[in-house]
């Protein structure tokens, strides 16, 4: 048995924590480059805090939307400009990986696609990323522990990586406070990503004895409360479950890689405008259901047969239940959090060989438990349709 484990030099969580981030930020930096949504209110009470501490905020810098290489050279050209020594993001996951690949390029220098996977030139970074504070305000990515920046080429019409250990955030501050003002449709989403962030690491090739503990723990609060923070946005312990499932998603997609749900998300994200945890969503117990049919057609003694039904063990609570009966559970919530097909976004079935085509070339698609053949991949879009 090999494997590593990396993540945030330092990780606080409890409803409250932001109001520490001052103090956080004076001990990396003293002028701070800070990402948010767009709306800056939002991170008022970061803003004083890094006041009430000292240090200097050089820029606001507004990342609305997905980040794009365009988006993140600007971003870069002005901390340069403003002097920056430090980066913060608060906003949700397009918001930390637009800070964390900001961050990167800071001390790195050069072009975003020096460095990207599968557009670019596949460079390795060479310098630890400057200081960087990754603050969630939504519970679905994890991006505040992962050690990799997804970035939007239009160009391309692709998502694709920028990716090393030596980008992860130096301190990661979940709050579960900040989710409280979800609405219903982005709770769904991104407690879908994050539902899907805690069961494809466990079923992966690169599983292992600490990521399986955090997929665990993530599973078993999502069952619990992924549809309680749906349905009642005010329910404080749902909402701490689900920014807890996050951050479990974060750690352990960051030491054992994901799978064919993600392989599909990324090129359905890039290629048509649609929220990447309802992708995940609608993909997932299609992925599920292919995922065990090929497993049992083609890998009998696979041992993450027995790991999918540990899967459905933890989300029906049934100790006798089985694989298959995971995937219903799947399906089920997925239907009662009201999860729209891929034809919402435009996608068609003539679209297929080039989401299959780009996906095979993905990271994520690499870590599913069997490989699934063209005829398995189509026969999920069809159904996700």
């Excluded at 993540?7 to 409890?14: K, N, P, W």
């Excluded at 435009?346 to 990271?363: L, N, Q, Y």
Aim: proline content about 5%; aromatic content about 4%; hydrophobic content about 45%.
């Amino acid at each position: 048995m090999r494997f590593e484990f990396a993540t945030a030099s330092r990780i606080l969580f409890g409803v409250g924590v932001l109001k520490e981030a001052g103090a956080i930020a004076a001990a990396l930096g003293r002028r701070a480059f800070v990402v948010t949504e767009g709306d800056s209110e939002r991170a008022a009470t970061l803003l004083a805090g890094l006041k009430a501490a000292s240090v200097e905020v050089g820029a606001i810098f507004a990342a609305a939307g997905e980040p794009t290489l365009t988006l993140v050279s600007e971003g870069v050209g002005q901390a340069r400009a403003a002097g920056c020594d430090l980066v913060i993001g608060i906003g949700g996951g397009s918001v930390m990986d637009t800070g964390k690949a900001i961050a990167a390029l800071l001390t790195n220098g050069g072009d975003p696609l020096d460095y990207l996977e599968v557009i670019g030139r596949g460079q390795p970074l060479k310098q630890p990323a400057a200081p960087c504070i990754a603050i969630p305000t939504t519970a679905g990515t994890g991006a505040e522990v992962t050690a990799n920046a997804v970035l939007a080429s239009p160009e391309h019409r692709q998502k694709v990586s920028l990716r090393s250990p030596l980008m992860i955030p130096r301190v990661a501050l979940v709050d579960p406070q900040l989710t409280y003002s979800m609405p219903p449709a982005l709770t769904a989403s991104t407690g879908l990503d994050a539902l899907t962030q805690v069961l494809e690491p466990y079923v992966s090739r690169q599983a292992n004895p600490f990521t399986d503990t955090f997929c665990r723990e993530g599973l078993m609060r999502a069952a619990h409360s992924l549809h309680r923070a749906w349905e009642d946005g005010a329910d404080v312990e749902a909402r701490e479950d689900m920014a807890l499932v996050s951050l479990c998603g974060g750690l352990a997609l960051a030491n054992a890689k994901l799978g064919a749900v993600h392989g599909l998300a990324g090129v359905l994200g890039g290629m048509f405008d649609a929220p990447h945890g309802a992708l995940c969503g609608r993909l997932l117990p299609y992925v599920m259901e292919a995922t065990v049919r090929a497993l049992q057609a083609r890998e009998p003694d696979n041992p993450a047969l027995e790991r999918y039904d540990d899967v459905a063990v933890i989300l029906t609570g049934e100790w006798e239940a089985e694989a298959e009966d995971g995937v219903a559970w799947v399906q089920e919530l997925c239907a009662a959090l009201k999860v729209p097909g891929l034809a919402t976004y435009g996608v068609r079935a003539a679209d297929f060989p080039t989401i299959i085509e780009k996906a095979a070339a993905s990271s994520s698609m690499k870590g599913n438990p069997i490989t699934l053949t063209t005829a398995e991949l189509r026969g999920i879009l069809s159904r996700a349709l």
